[in-house]
């Protein structure tokens, strides 16, 4: 009786750690809110990048992350096609650098005045995505 006891107490505890791990994963992949004002200039050095009252949101993207076509498909939905600038990750090593990408797809939302306003590592859900908007315009 002892022993099921122990494996009872040995299963909830696998359960309670499984479940904080699963908890910091999601707060991790929500939207973050930062505030960096030279963001939007530096990659505009590098590439076209359109202007708008909106903002504009960056997508780092690798040539071989499989979640970056449809984390693009839905950044362009959201925000629209003129507003959404995708780089890849291998053609622009120094703004990885600058901007701390260690995971593709990484989106930067940028308000109308270039300020970095939020990031989201990982591919957004349609919710995130909007959430990390409205960190952007206020």
Not at 5 to 27: D, F
Not at 88 to 104: C, I, Q, Y
Request: proline share 7%; charged share 20%; hydrophobic share 50%.
């Amino acid at each position: 009786m002892a022993d099921l006891w122990i494996r009872l107490a040995a299963v909830a505890a696998l359960l309670a750690a499984a479940t904080v791990a699963w908890l910091l994963v999601q707060r991790r992949r929500a939207p973050r809110s930062v505030r960096h004002s030279s963001g939007l200039a530096r990659i505009a050095a590098a590439v076209s990048v359109p202007s708008g009252p909106e903002g504009v949101v960056v997508q780092f993207s690798g040539p071989y992350c499989s979640a970056c076509g449809p984390s693009a498909r839905l950044w362009r939905t959201v925000v629209g096609p003129e507003a959404f600038v995708e780089l890849d990750v291998s053609e622009h090593l120094e703004l990885v650098r600058t901007f701390g990408v260690l995971s593709t797809p990484t989106s930067l939302v940028f308000d109308g005045d270039g300020t970095l306003r939020a990031r989201v590592s990982g591919a957004p859900s349609p919710r995130r995505a909007r959430e990390a908007l409205a960190l952007a315009t206020g």
